[in-house]
């Protein structure tokens, strides 16, 4: 069975201080990684996509980066604002079905001021 | 507001009751799918639609669950005789059926939560 974890499963940063979330799978036939970050009681808000190993994307504070095992997302000089659950999710599809997501349990992070 | 909506946000119900919960994608996307999240855990998927037509359902949609998009656009999912079990946030996805550089990103909506007595 495909699986998907992420560590830690919590992490509690002081504010500018840098850290990486990881994210690791054992599929084969990876078509896509992908992050989401989910607020409280609000549905995921897309990040970035991942297609192959070596690939890199960043966004202001966030780089997320891919191994063909797997994907860490760098949090640099974080600011309170940024607390909230990661989640990361792989898409498969031979195994899983063409359009189903599969996810991990996320990280939840705090950043203190 | 342009995302994806869903109704209600909230819904409470006694154990045995029918609950039917509504999507609104994001009009140019054809694809919509319905996940369920529980406290703690990642989104699970439930199923998708192609349009108007459902593609994939997983083991997770027992008999007691049905989902329709008939005409392409809302969908809705119901939940017949509810369990204390299926109390969990239920989420909408939408996605367009764009490039490579696009492929599969779905979109979410902010959840139903169910809790149910």
């Known amino acids: 069975e495909d699986q998907v974890t992420q560590s830690p499963e919590a992490l509690r940063l002081q504010e500018g201080e840098s850290s990486s979330l990881n994210c690791s799978y054992t599929?084969?036939?990876?078509?896509?990684l992908f992050w989401y970050r989910q607020d409280p009681g609000k549905g995921p808000e897309f990040l970035f996509t991942l297609y192959s190993a070596g690939e890199e994307k960043e966004k202001e504070r966030l780089k997320a980066t891919l191994t063909k095992k797997e994907s860490f997302l760098h949090i640099t000089a974080p600011k309170p604002e940024d607390s909230a659950t990661y989640l990361c999710?792989?898409?498969?599809?031979?195994?899983?079905?063409?359009?189903?997501?599969?996810f991990g349990s996320g990280t939840r992070l705090q950043v203190q001021p | 507001d342009t995302g994806v909506s869903q109704n209600p946000r909230h819904k409470i119900t006694k154990r045995g009751q029918n609950v039917t919960f509504r999507c609104d994608p994001i009009?140019?996307?054809?694809?919509l799918y319905w996940y369920r999240q529980t406290l703690g855990q990642g989104p699970e998927f439930l199923t998708y639609f192609q349009n108007e037509a459902q593609l994939e359902k997983s083991r997770l949609l027992s008999d007691r669950f049905s989902a329709e998009r008939p005409k392409g656009s809302f969908s809705t999912l119901e939940i017949q005789r509810t369990e204390q079990g299926d109390s969990a946030m239920y989420l909408c996805?939408?996605?367009?059926?764009?490039?490579?550089?696009?492929?599969?990103?779905?979109?979410f909506g902010p959840g139903t939560r169910l809790t149910v007595l």
């Open positions: 999710a792989v898409h498969r599809p031979e195994r899983t079905g063409r359009r189903a997501l599969t």
């Open positions: 009009s140019e996307h054809n694809r």
């Open positions: 996805a939408s996605s367009s059926p764009g490039g490579q550089d696009s492929y599969n990103e779905q979109f």
């Open positions: 599929v084969s036939g990876l078509r896509g």
